[in-house]
């Protein structure tokens, strides 16, 4: 089992950056692709990012492309997303999850295929 805690939502200006945390507990999560997702106010749930579990294969949504940085320290068991230039449209709440890959170089991109979530945290950014 994977326990995952989202920390460092919060209240950010347009333009400001926040970086998110994602602490693991139980197992480790080297063997374990990771993912961001975020889901706003009346709005399905939708991805972010994702990294493989050796932190070579990133992957990101067109939205956050050049904005967003997804990275992970296993030893540390934590994943990061580092959101520089917020914009008002990323106000929503912010998911971590896991899954364990048998491959060291696969990222998901589907919710289904993830198995562990974390509670989320809130990202409220004004204009």
């Known amino acids: 089992q994977v326990q995952l805690v989202e920390s460092g939502g919060g209240l950010a200006q347009a333009g400001d950056s926040l970086r998110l945390s994602c602490a693991a507990s139980?197992?480790?999560?080297?063997?374990?692709?990771m993912g961001w997702f975020r889901q706003a106010p009346g709005k399905e749930r939708e991805f972010v990012s994702a990294v493989s579990w050796s932190g070579s294969f990133t992957q990101y949504t067109d939205s956050v492309k050049g904005r967003f940085t997804i990275s992970r320290d296993n030893a540390e068991k934590k994943v990061y997303l580092q959101m520089n230039s917020l914009k008002p449209e990323d106000t929503a709440v912010y998911y971590c999850a896991g899954v364990f890959s048998w491959n060291v170089d696969r990222w998901y991109r589907r919710d289904s295929e993830y198995r562990y979530w974390g509670q989320g945290t809130q990202v409220t950014v004004s204009s």
């Open positions: 139980g197992r480790t999560i080297s063997n374990y692709a």
